[in-house]
């Protein structure tokens, strides 16, 4: 008979479990320091979906950037249906690309209704 032997893994289970856990953990705040610091594009994560952000809710995402809390999360959000629980992994290829436009779009204040003459004297001076 031929008994073929498995190798354990080193440790218990919830040890590897309580690693990893930490491992993203690290990861993910790292990303959101980036995001904080504009170094990394929120529309780049969304669009690429690292592996630090697969289980990440996208609100957590975007509230990691400057200036944007739980209103203002909230009111994007209102504007496409998506809840903020939404996971960064899960959403599809459409969904991702219609928050990565409508972020861009944001960006350049079109998504929150800026005043006209705010825009006007932007452009005349």
Do not use: H
């Not at 996208?58 to 009111?75: E, I």
């Not at 459409?94 to 825009?119: D, H, K």
Request: with cysteine; net charge positive.
């Amino acid at each position: 008979m031929n008994a073929t032997a498995t190798v354990a893994p080193v440790g218990p289970q919830y040890m590897r479990a309580l690693e990893r856990a930490n491992q993203v953990r690290l990861a993910r705040a790292d990303l959101k320091r980036r995001v904080a610091l504009g170094e990394v594009d929120v529309g780049e994560v969304i669009l690429g979906c690292p592996w630090q952000a697969e289980s990440m809710a996208v609100a957590d995402l975007l509230m990691s950037q400057r200036r944007w809390g739980q209103t203002r999360c909230r009111k994007f959000l209102s504007q496409i249906p998506m809840s903020e629980k939404k996971t960064i992994g899960s959403m599809t290829d459409r969904q991702r690309r219609t928050l990565a436009a409508l972020l861009t779009s944001a960006e350049r204040g079109r998504a929150w209704g800026a005043a006209p003459w705010v825009t006007d004297s932007l452009t005349t001076a």
